[in-house]
């Protein structure tokens, strides 16, 4: 052990280990748990909080909860104390129903497919170090429409009407193609609003301005009612490429404010030693200029697409149903009413997993984009 | 004599050539006229330079004085709005191919580095030869490596800007527009935002680069290298060209009132 009364020649002063109370368990302990009087408090009652929470709430969600039953009814008679825990046979019978909505039975190995080539679509968006991630993300760009066609039935397939679609795999569609193509227009925006342009910045305005200005419900309606108005006579133009197109235009708005926050942040050297480079407009922009400005607005960017996808669930007020317009449609059943509790839960949980994920993602890029030091 | 001021170092302590420095016959950049105003304010007034290949030019001048601005109009980062730039036999205007042909050819080192932070060293140094100029990237970069060598920072190739000291980022922004092969170098105050201990460091590097032979504009108050390396020292003053000289006669021997007062300020 180094006495630290000891002392050193001026120069030949060796380096010391820091005092044990300072790194390691105790020292997060003594930093984060009890660094003052007050923090103590607060430590103390945060954790009796959770001692009196936690215990009783797993077991209304876990232990004494029923899984399977075939009414309301037996649910309660199989529990101690009726209505004293959660009852879960209520989703596990209607699972289904909870992800396909009224897909075909038939046809629903399209959709389990299509969840396959999602996530083959993601893993080289999300990772840049896979094996042949150019061919993926060419794959990825073609996602949306492969899966499109395969879903409403191209390919020779039995079609499949669109207002067939619900549950997890309505928000899936409409959440996807939100983000696929919110991302890029929105970009689009945001570059088009900072133009030299007057013309092009104009319209780039009005349009953002517009769509900001109105709420996602309004367009719904908008899209559900009045575009018919719009077109001519007899056109045949699916509700849900409707909603898809209104939710991407709102989507972009946002993106673009996002993005424009992210652009403004570069400083004007960078622009400048792009230029003096010889780079063309586009080319500063895609190398340069992008790369830093889309780092700087990941948490604004990420922001919003949690947003989109949790706005997903308005599509309910135009009659789609989404998982929370299954559970709420369900709740109307007379054998299993008053069982609105598990519904919400259950759609809780899957909109948290979703948007959780996205919102952990999001911190990881961030850390693994950060190259200042 | 000049000595050394505070933000600058000795003039003993600067490198000097070690083979003599000669100027071409040809032109490389012609100013005629050249005015430009930032609004309301007449920053640039009636600019006539000549400056021939090969030729090391250092610009000095108070702040304000419209120096970075003259240079920044060489490469059409700043616009002029009357007069006549040609740069290379290309006359600067509003079309386009013609100001990103300059460019490429024209290099530019600033003050405040301007560094790519998203891109590691070697990656800065490539981006442009692959996209602007289509060379290969295994040529890109080895060209790129013998560049960082030049500048003496070959190790620090896979570093992101960030990790790097002042001095050395000042350095591969050198060696960045070296890549592109440039005729002529344009330096904009580039030592002015370093530590004194990097000033020579940077210096260093810019005297090995004259001695190439190449074109320079510089603007610096670094005098010692002025003495040392350029072949004529321009002041200016109000947007103005005041006096011009051979480093030697502008320092012992300045003919205007106002460089007489610069030179006793700085000096």
Known sequence: MADSAQTYETGKHPELPPPRTEVGVLGWIKHNLLSSPLNAVMTFLAILFLWFLIPPLFEWIVLDAVWTADSRKECWDKMEVPEGAACWAFITGRFRLFIYGFYPEASRWRVNLSFVLLLLAIVPVLYDKMPGRKFGLWYAMAFPFITGWLLVGGFGLTPVDTDQFGGIMLTLVIGVTGITFSLPIGILLALGRRSKMPVLRILCIMFIEFIRGVPLIALLFIASSMLNFFLPPGTVFDLLIRVLIMVTLFASAYIAEVVRGGLQGIPKGQHEAADSLGMTYVKAQLLIILPQALKISIPGIVNTFIGLFKDTTLVLIIGMLDPLGIGRASLADAVWSGLSREVYLFVALFFFICCFSMSRYSLYLERKLHTGH | ?267
């Open chain 2, 1 to 267: 004599m000049p000595t050394s001021m505070t933000d600058s170092i000795a003039e003993d302590e600067i490198r000097h050539p070690t083979k003599e420095l000669t100027v071409g016959e040809e032109v490389a950049i012609e100013m005629i006229a050249v005015h430009k105003w930032f609004g309301e304010f007449h920053v640039l007034k009636d600019i006539n330079l000549t400056v021939n290949r090969g030729e090391r030019i250092v610009i000095c001048g108070p702040s304000g004085s419209g120096k970075s601005t003259l240079i920044r109009c060489i490469n059409r980062l700043e616009e002029h709005q009357k007069g006549t730039i040609v740069v290379d036999g290309v006359e600067l205007t509003n079309d386009l191919m013609n100001i990103e042909m300059v460019r490429s050819e024209v290099g530019i080192v600033f003050q405040s580095f301007n560094l790519f932070p998203h891109l590691t060293v070697l990656e800065n140094l490539t981006v442009a030869p692959i996209w602007v100029r289509n060379v290969r990237k295994a040529e890109a970069e080895e060209a790129a490596m013998k560049y960082l060598e030049r500048v003496k920072i070959p190790e620090q190739a896979a570093k992101y800007p960030g990790q790097l000291s002042g001095g050395q980022q000042q350095r591969v922004a050198i060696a960045r527009s070296l890549c592109m092969n440039p005729r002529i170098m344009l330096f904009d105050e580039p030592t002015s935002a370093l530590d004194p201990e990097m000033i020579k460091e940077v210096l260093d590097v810019m005297v090995e680069l004259a001695e190439s032979g190449m074109t320079m504009l510089v603007v610096t108050h670094e005098m010692g290298f002025a003495t040392a390396v350029a072949n004529r020292v321009i002041f200016m003053d109000f947007g103005e060209i005041i006096e011009q000289n051979e480093p030697h006669e502008f320092f012992n021997n300045p003919q205007h009132e106002r460089t007489k007062l610069f030179l006793s300020q700085i000096l």
